[in-house]
């Protein structure tokens, strides 16, 4: 990931992301969704998104836009199905620049200082942090089953297919007992805290910079610009 743009503030990053897909909602001329398509696909080269982590993303994103244009040509005119496509390319590629290099650490501190209250913010990191913790659970499960020879791979026969949420049972069951009891384990530990009674603090602190100053004027002026070009 690229270091200048690591050093932009997170919430400078998270605004440029909103203006871009206000941006794109506000466009009808395809001129103006083209310049923005090519401004979100730049924001991926700029931030240096490694090729590891698009690799299992770009094939689900090509379909998306696929699917897109295949419903608008049906509906609409092709011009309308390429302005769709544009707005589409300007959906993905910013939010994948910001969310891809995100720091899940500064999550919760990023959305409290851009106005949420703590409950929020805080519901917002924890999500953050128990997503993975989730998905390792499954992996520990699923490879504990597989070990005590419980077959997970459903056969090639349509019956089989048709059971498949039966044989994911004796996955999902414990991974949800074991996530509900982490969740009260982490209330209760909130609770003891007096967490809600009053402000609270954070650990890290965000500072805006010359340069988030420019960036957010960047994203302003981004905004902006669709919303004169539409009434034009």
């Known amino acids: 990931m690229s270091d200048f743009w690591q050093r932009f503030d997170p919430r400078t990053r998270v605004v440029l992301l909103v203006a871009m897909s206000l941006a794109a909602l506000i466009a009808q001329s395809w001129r103006t969704l083209a310049g923005l398509a090519a401004l979100s696909l730049s924001l991926l080269v700029v931030a240096r998104v490694p090729w590891s982590r698009l690799r299992l993303i770009w094939r689900g994103a090509v379909l998306v836009v696929a699917f897109i244009v295949g419903v608008n040509l049906i509906a609409r005119s092709p011009a309308e199905a390429a302005q769709q496509a544009l707005r589409a390319v300007v959906m993905l590629g910013a939010p994948l620049a ?5 720091d899940p650490a500064l999550l919760g501190i990023t959305f409290r200082r851009l106005g949420l209250p703590d ?21 520990t499960t699923m490879d504990a089953q597989r070990a005590r020879g419980y077959e997970l791979e459903p056969r090639r026969g349509v019956r089989d297919l048709l059971t498949v949420g039966r044989r994911l049972a004796p996955l999902i069951v414990p991974v949800v007992v074991r996530a509900v009891l982490d969740a009260e384990d982490r209330a209760n530990a909130m609770d003891l805290r007096a967490f809600g009674s009053g402000p609270r603090t954070w650990l890290r602190t965000l500072r805006f910079t010359p340069r988030d100053y420019g960036l957010l004027a960047f ?14």
Do not use: G, K, N, Q
Not at 98 to 102: G, K, Y
Not at 219 to 232: H, I, Y
């Open 219 to 232: 994203a302003l002026l981004v905004l902006t610009l669709s919303a004169l070009l539409r009434t034009w």
């Open 119 to 139: 409950r929020w913010a805080f519901a917002l990191d924890l999500t953050a942090r128990f997503t993975p913790m989730l998905a390792r659970d499954f992996r």
């Open 98 to 102: 910001v969310v891809l290099t995100f």
